[in-house]
């Protein structure tokens, strides 16, 4: 994410967001409390935040939970390319003997790693327990996630289950397709920050998390695999409109899909730097994309430009053409999208 400040004129640029999800909320806003923070006291504040208004969904609840999370036209799963329905293809109590018979609910972190208690928060927190072809769920089994140095099984989306030597760790392991491992790596952020203090490390679990203290966190191996997997599978408009989801049902977000550069300050290599929102760079600073997009400030004036020739608009939060073209003014602080051929880029206006 890169960032710009100008006299009078100040913006944020953030990751790629479909353009159709501009709502109102300031997600700035719900996350203010952590400028300036780095390291465990932003993991600890990031807990503060998505923990102190979460509510708790029943288990079969999850089911119609989906729809507003995980379904557009077809369910979203992240173990296979199966076009599932919503709810005729739900697995109820019955098993799958192939890929496509059924979809159900799959805890990313398994529920054997807690000892699986149906009065555990995480049993039902969705942001980890997602809808999943029930067959390549029932193979993943409770193994911990991994890179696949001999392969067992590849699943139709390109996912596979084998055995790892890689990372340091030499074992079974079930490797997501590479699309999703960004994804699962976020995934497990959220609950080393919302669970900061939960013991996963019964079985594989050990693989992954360490407990001391009443603390929990990730092994070695664990912060290596997750941070190569954040690095190398950006936030997808998916995981924007689902995060989105989340906090309709669930009223708290994951906010390492909000802000990706955050696992760096807690895990990474800016563990020692504060966060902040605003960072001064130079004024030629470049936005790169596949269309090369270039955004600078002068004064109000916003100007775009790009290597193809490409439609770029402004809009407001409520999804307001506000602007057009390479040169556009802006006459008021605020929330806008700027949205230049196929990418899309949020913008907070400051005077």
Not at 48 to 55: G, K, Q
Not at 77 to 104: F, L, M, R
Not at 137 to 148: F, I, L, P
Not at 226 to 247: A, M, P, Q, Y
Request: glycine fraction near 8%.
């Amino acid at each position: 994410m890169k960032r710009d400040l100008h006299p009078g004129l100040s913006f944020i640029l953030f990751n790629l967001l479909f353009l159709s999800n501009i709502h109102a909320e300031n997600v700035n806003e719900y996350y203010k409390t952590i400028e300036g923070k780095s390291g465990d006291e932003l993991r600890t504040e990031l807990y503060n935040i998505i923990s102190s208004e979460a509510v708790r969904l029943s288990y079969s609840g999850l089911w119609e939970a989906y729809e507003k999370t995980d379904f557009e036209y077809e369910v979203w799963d992240i173990y296979s390319s199966c076009v599932w329905d919503v709810p005729t293809d739900q697995a109820s109590g019955e098993s799958a003997g192939k890929q496509c018979d059924n979809y159900n609910r799959e805890h990313t972190l398994p529920k054997s790693w807690w000892g699986g208690s149906s009065s555990a928060e995480m049993y039902t927190d969705i942001v980890h327990v997602v809808p999943a072809d029930a067959y390549a769920n029932s193979k993943r089994d409770n193994y911990t996630y991994g890179e696949c140095s001999k392969v067992n099984i590849t699943f139709n989306n390109g996912g596979k289950f084998g055995s790892s030597s890689a990372n340091g760790y030499s074992g079974t392991v079930f490797e997501p397709a590479d699309q999703y491992k960004g994804d699962i790596a976020r995934i497990y952020f959220y609950m080393m920050t919302r669970y900061k203090d939960r013991d996963f490390t019964k079985g594989d679990g050990a693989v992954c998390f360490s407990y001391s203290d009443g603390k929990a966190d990730f092994t070695d191996y664990a912060k290596s695999l997750f941070l190569k997997w954040h690095g190398s599978d950006e936030v997808s408009d998916k995981e924007t409109t689902r995060n989105d989801g989340i906090k309709s049902v669930q009223n708290n977000r994951n906010p390492f899909v909000d802000y990706p550069e955050l696992a760096d300050h807690i895990w990474g290599d800016k563990k020692n730097v504060p966060f902040s929102f605003a960072v001064d760079v130079s004024v030629t600073e470049v936005d790169r994309d596949s269309e090369n997009i270039k955004i600078s400030v002068s004064g109000a004036d916003i100007l775009i430009s790009a290597e193809k020739d490409i439609d770029i608009y402004l809009y407001d939060i409520s999804g307001r053409i506000v602007g057009s073209g390479n040169h556009i003014s802006v006459d008021n602080p605020g929330i806008y999208m700027i949205k230049a051929g196929s990418r899309s880029r949020k913008v907070m206006v400051e005077f």
